[in-house]
């Protein structure tokens, strides 16, 4: 029958951000539970600033994560050494915590291909505007990593609406017949811009469509950051070594929203009702994990301070290094897209070339 095989809720604080009976708090030192909620109180604090930035006409088009903080961050703390991210538009934190410092984020934004040259070390693909395209090349790059005797791990991040594109299915179908040590990470914000669930799929839940690659799949509470944790976790440590008889991959489902729009450019109370944003923000990831760690004596208000400034330091500086960079001309985008212009866009650039000449660059930034 139709979503039998559904799997729970995993969650371990609940709405007002105490333990669940029965939950366990994941092995973490004091030190590293507070290190998550610092990541949370940076990617929140991030997104204010850079929605301000666009605002202003200081950088392009942005994809807001409030809401969703737990999903990105709480997993990618769950990596570790050399595994590997391969983030969507939206996943700027995860990248921050494999290594990548924010500005790079910022300078894509703001149009610099530069932005999207990752360093060598960095262990993040870059970010992936066509939806779901990396769910194949992460299973492909787990494959090939598999078989050359690495134990590292594979996490694409993509959304509900991902699971929708073939990408998703080829990629899954080929992650269980090679056995690859892939975690598939689906933020599913209830939305794909104005697409919702019933929408998107037939299935009761994202997570049970694993059952039909032969792997696991696993539904999490998004906005539970000790729960996305430690199944991530648990997920990581299967893809590396994997009980008898079980697959290395994993589908993991994190249950989230999205407080704002899609992207600057959309205005969601044209397919949402203001009550399903009020039920939603409820679930808050970053009340619940602060009162998590006051209760537990871990976290007071002095702390609090000394975290807050950290976080406003360290988005000010990626802030200052990523509008030091010269921008990139206009024309550039022409100039790249085939060997020999085609006609079209030879006219295109020309037509651009005009309206700069008559209007000026800054009537193309507000
Ligand atoms: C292949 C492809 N089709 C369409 C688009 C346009 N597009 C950009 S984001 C988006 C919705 C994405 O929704 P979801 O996958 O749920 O991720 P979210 O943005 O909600 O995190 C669409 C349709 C695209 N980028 N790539």
């Known amino acids: 029958m139709r979503g039998d095989s559904a799997p729970e809720l995993r969650q371990i604080l609940d709405e007002d951000g105490q333990l669940r009976d029965d939950a366990v708090v994941p092995d973490l030192t004091d030190d590293e539970l507070l290190e998550l909620f610092r990541m949370l109180k940076l990617a929140r604090h991030y997104d204010e600033r850079a929605i301000k930035l666009q605002r202003q006409g200081r950088m392009g088009t942005y994809s807001p994560i409030a809401g969703q903080e737990a999903g990105h961050a709480a997993s990618a703390f769950a990596l570790s050494g050399d595994d590997w991210i391969l983030p969507s538009h939206r996943a700027d934190i995860a990248s921050r915590i494999r290594g990548l410092g924010l500005e790079f984020h910022l300078m894509y934004c703001m149009g610099m291909e530069r932005g999207n040259r990752i360093p060598e070390d960095t262990p993040v693909f870059p970010v992936t505007l066509p939806i779901a395209t990396q769910i194949p090349h992460a299973v492909g790059m787990a494959w090939a990593s598999k078989y050359m005797g690495s134990d590292r791990v ?17 990629g899954l ?41 032969g792997f696991e799949g696993v539904r999490v509470d998004g906005m539970d950051p000790l729960a996305v944790y430690q199944v991530t976790h648990e997920a990581i440590e299967k893809a590396r070594d994997p009980p008898e008889g079980e697959l290395r991959p994993t589908l993991i489902e994190a249950l989230t929203y999205r407080f704002g729009p899609h992207t600057t450019s959309d205005d969601p109370s044209v397919y949402r009702e203001d009550e399903e944003l009020e039920r939603w923000e409820q679930r ?29 330091d360290e988005v000010n500086e990626a802030i200052d290094i990523a509008e030091s960079v010269d921008r990139p001309e206009p024309t550039n985008m022409f100039d790249h897209t085939f060997a020999e212009p085609t006609p079209r866009l030879q006219a295109q650039r020309e037509e651009l070339q005009m309206l700069r000449e008559e209007y000026g660059d800054d009537a193309f930034t507000h």
């Open 284 to 312: 808050d990831p970053i009340p619940r994990m602060e009162t998590f760690l006051r209760d537990t004596g871990r976290l007071d208000a002095e702390l609090l301070e000394t975290i807050e400034q950290q976080v406003a």
């Open 154 to 170: 594979f996490m694409p991040y993509f959304g509900d609406g991902g699971t929708s594109e073939g990408d998703f299915h080829e």
């Open 173 to 213: 179908n080929f992650a269980g017949v090679f056995d690859t040590p892939t975690v598939f990470f689906i933020n599913n914000n209830q939305w794909a811009i104005s697409i919702g669930p019933d929408q998107q799929t037939k299935s009761r839940t994202l997570a049970q469509k694993a059952d039909a690659y």
